[in-house]
């Protein structure tokens, strides 16, 4: 088989996820054979479709003519491909929505003919679903052509709006003055919450141009508290460092879990927090949290050290818990078989039940055990146990349960931190775009940013990140050796034509910030802020033969204040430390 390479266009609002194949010629599927049946405007058609089972339709297109068409998922996750006249595959679509949505289908005649789409199971394994396929609109040669000229001028006016509005960055590193950074002040004036996103876990420019905004936003605009999307528990050690309590910084880094944050350019971010803490009264200094639910070995460790000394009683049953490996029975109950999942679900349903049942304890014994220790380090000791709690609840769930989830209880542990500052303390807040954003993703996924606008309103200020091409770091998302999943550097083309990112590459700017929330808009630039459009986004994996799948559909307006961007980015560097790296390609 021949490789394919997924591009994502955008054309008046239609979105056209394509395969594009890598011959001029591909031979028709062996399906080929199936009867295709015709389609008509205004008579969708809904049908079952099992594993295994190809189905075929065909429409009659003239030269120029335009078909808008979908394929909605009802429960089964599909993949249409579609044939020319001759027979050549032109396209196959499977954009990243799971089980439910439409798989958008859009195709320009370029010869007059009948066209075939086919529509199958992505997952041979798959159980029976539904999907409905149907026209959403059938341009004549000549409308789509005045469509297409539309389109490309308000592309240009949307482009010219952004290199108009955009604030030119000299560059991303520290210690190189504030001065081109000075219109940030009108930008963030009355905010107390920055969030600060990115595109993916391993780019270094943006790690680089996050800590120079962290050094402008605490000198220039009185900052005081660094929160990240890493280890509640375990950022405590790196906050040791920062004040000064502690003076191995890398131990405290490593002691945080995450692989995305263990670089060099993180490093230096600390030791710029403990050099100016070092300079400034005790009421000036800069907190480093987190407000992640994962990796709480650390919070473990002191909750039951403290439980041994205030409440010796609980001790011995909470050790025995604390030492199951809930990672790997949550991975066997929900990706085993048979009898061995049953049986690990079992015991991850007790194990939930016991973490609840321990911050029960805490919570309703509070004003007992606080007389053994003290007020403070008790309200830090339930809140390991909270955060704990919430770990196990979240991961206990299947699908986007658990992701929905977590960015709850992100932003409900982020909240709690705020509560504990003096009020008003303003914070820096480092995450990835999918968490800084403020989209419910209409009510099927509410992110970190979404609960923290309904928090603060516009006191909190999402700006997300963004490249053109270039490199980061990633995990491997189809390893050789599942066991040993390594850390490569990955090169990304050029952004495909449409996606926010390429728009902000036309500009012609090497770095730039643009703010969306305080600008003077224009139509064009409204319409295009309203409309979703592809931008990149890549996990904790990658897999470079999916490139496409890494561009989700992104609504501006609805997600993001402004924008960061650079042209060309580079890998992050990860620490000696880190495990299973792999050498840059």
């Known amino acids: 088989m021949h490789k394919l390479s997924r591009v994502i266009i955008l054309l008046s609002g239609i979105v056209i996820f394509t395969a594009q194949v890598s011959l001029a010629q591909e031979a028709s599927s062996s399906t080929a054979q199936v009867e295709a049946q015709q389609l008509e405007q205004r008579k969708p058609i809904e049908r079952e479709l099992k594993a295994g089972e190809t189905h075929a339709y065909k429409i009659t297109l003239e030269a120029g003519q335009f078909l808008n068409a979908a394929a909605n998922q009802r429960g089964i996750d599909v993949v249409v491909r579609i044939f020319a006249p001759d027979g050549s595959k032109i396209a196959e679509i499977d954009s990243p929505n799971g089980t439910q949505g439409d798989e958008p289908i859009a195709l320009e005649a370029k010869t007059a003919g009948t066209y075939r789409i086919e529509i199958a199971s992505l997952d041979k394994d798959a159980k029976p679903g539904r999907y409905e396929i149907r026209i959403n609109e059938l341009l004549s040669a000549k409308d789509y052509a005045a469509r297409l000229a539309e389109n490309r ?59 120079r905004m962290l050094e402008f936003l605490v000198r220039e605009m009185g900052f005081r508290v660094f929160a990240i999307e890493a280890s509640y528990a375990a950022c405590q050690n790196i906050n040791d460092y920062v004040m000064g309590k502690t003076d191995d910084g890398a131990k405290a880094l490593d002691s945080q879990g995450f692989w995305t944050w263990n670089t060099e350019e993180v490093r230096a971010m600390m030791d ?26 650390s919070g473990k460790e002191k909750l039951l050290a403290y439980l041994k000394r205030v409440a010796p009683e609980r001790a011995a049953r909470t050790e025995t818990f604390f030492k199951v490996n809930d990672q790997e029975l949550s991975n066997t109950a929900f990706s085993g078989k048979g009898d061995k999942a049953k049986d690990a679900l079992a015991k991850f349903v007790e194990l939930k039940n016991q973490y609840n049942d321990l911050f029960v304890f805490l919570e309703i014994n509070g004003a007992n055990l606080a007389t053994k220790s003290n007020a403070a380090e008790y309200e830090q000791m339930r809140e390991y146990a909270r955060v704990v709690a919430q770990y196990i609840d979240a991961y206990s769930r299947r699908d986007l349960g658990s992701v929905v989830q977590r960015d709850l209880y992100m932003a409900d542990n982020f909240r709690r931190l705020v509560e504990r500052e003096p009020a008003g303390t303003r914070f820096v807040v480092w995450a990835h775009n999918g968490h800084i954003s403020t989209t419910d993703n209409d009510g099927a996924y509410p992110t970190f940013g979404y609960h923290l606008r309904r928090f603060y309103g516009k006191d909190y200020y999402a700006l997300g990140f963004s490249f053109n091409q270039g490199s980061f770091q990633s995990r491997e998302a189809q390893p050789k050796d599942p066991s040993k999943r390594m850390l490569m550097s990955f090169t990304a083309t ?92």
């Open 272 to 297: 710029w927090m403990r050099k100016y803490n070092q300079s400034v009264p005790v009421d000036r200094r800069v907190k480093f949290v987190g407000f992640d639910i994962q990796n709480n070995d």
């Open 153 to 211: 001028r308000k592309q240009q006016a949307s482009i010219a709006w952004l290199k108009a509005n955009a604030i030119t960055i000299k560059t991303v590193e520290a210690g190189n003055g504030f001065q081109d950074l000075q219109p940030l002040k009108k930008v963030f004036k009355d905010t107390r919450f920055v969030g600060l996103g990115e595109e993916t876990h391993g780019t270094r420019e943006f790690f680089q141009f996050k800590h």
């Open 494 to 585: 050029a952004a495909p034509a449409e996606s926010i990112d390429w728009y902000l590459a036309q500009t012609g700017a090497k770095i730039l910030l643009v703010d969306f929330r305080s600008s003077r808009k224009n139509v064009e630039i409204g319409e295009w802020l309203a409309a979703p459009h592809p931008m990149r986004s890549v996990g904790s994996t990658y897999a470079p033969a999916s490139e496409g799948s890494s561009f989700a559909l992104t609504t501006l307006s609805k997600e993001y204040d402004g924008l960061f961007f650079i042209d060309t980015a580079t890998r992050a560097r990860p620490n000696a430390s880190v495990k299973n790296v792999a050498s840059a390609q």
